[in-house]
T-cell receptor, first 118, second 115 residues
Framework: GAVVSQHPSWVICKSGTSVKIECRSL??????MFWYRQFPKQSLMLMAT?????????EQGVEKDKFLINHASLTLSTLTVTSAHPEDSSFYIC??????????????FGQGTRLTVV | AQKITQTQPGMFVQEKEAVTLDCTYD???????LFWYKQPSSGEMIFLIY??????QNATEGRYSLNFQKARKSANLVISASQLGDSAMYFC????????????FGTGTSLTVIP
């Protein structure tokens, strides 16, 4: 099946610094990628839809200046958590789906990134 | 609008027994797909099984089967012969014909298999 790779798997950073998370589709071109945030034992909360070559679409309540998304190529989307604070500590996970996939084509997920801000 | 509801925050099952994880949904899309994912403690999302809204038969994949009742808008996951490795979070998700590539997720069910 298709593969989506996310890097890094975990990161610890100091409060006030920025962290970049990469999401790559390895064997298909993804015009759209999705970024989720997940708290322990909770569901995936959609943060934003990353669109190749254009601005990301953010969900209500998500600060676009804090969570910068760049989708510069058909295989790479990045999420940058700017000026990170301890409350930004969470599990971030991306997903993508082949654009020409049929209804039964599942969403493919990256491995996720566990961010800890100290 | 799409909505997925999972009413069981946590479930326990004895090893080798079967367990049913509930999922109900609501959508206005005429055609849609229902998906189940497993998320172990490592965090990865593992696709388990798919059911199309026009599929006549319930989907099965190994020990996983989907009890699809369209009129009731439910798509329950049945895991047979539970194994210790089945302990994980399980998410029901839906994608509609009019929602593009966006998937909508339920709140999840934490399954614990007891030896």
């Amino acid at each position: 099946g298709a593969v989506v790779s996310q890097h890094p798997s975990w990161v610890i950073c100091k409060s006030g610094t920025s962290v970049k998370i990469e999401c790559r589709s390895l064997d298909f071109q993804a015009t759209t990628m999705f970024w989720y945030r997940q708290f322990p034992k909770q569901s995936l909360m959609l943060m934003a839809t990353s669109n190749e070559g254009s601005k990301a679409t953010y969900e209500q309540g998500v600060e676009k200046d804090k969570f910068l998304i760049n989708h510069a190529s058909l295989t790479l989307s990045t999420l940058t958590v700017t000026s990170a604070h301890p409350e930004d500590s969470s599990f971030y996970i991306c997903s993508a789906r082949p654009p020409m996939g049929r209804m039964n084509t599942e969403a493919f997920f990256g491995q996720g990134t566990r961010l800890t801000v100290v | 609008a799409q909505k997925i509801t999972q009413t069981q925050p946590g479930m326990f099952v004895q090893e080798k027994e079967a367990v049913t994880l509930d999922c109900t949904y609501d959508t206005s899309d005429p055609s849609y797909g229902l998906f189940w994912y497993k998320q172990p403690s490592s965090g990865e999302m593992i696709f388990l099984i798919y059911q199309g809204s026009y599929d006549q038969q319930n989907a099965t994949e190994g020990r996983y089967s989907l009890n699809f009742q369209k009129a009731r808008k439910s798509a329950n996951l049945v895991i047979s012969a539970s194994q210790l490795g089945d302990s994980a979070m399980y998410f029901c998700a839906m994608r509609g014909i009019n929602t593009g590539n966006q998937f909508y997720f339920g709140t999840g069910t934490s399954l614990t298999v007891i030896p």
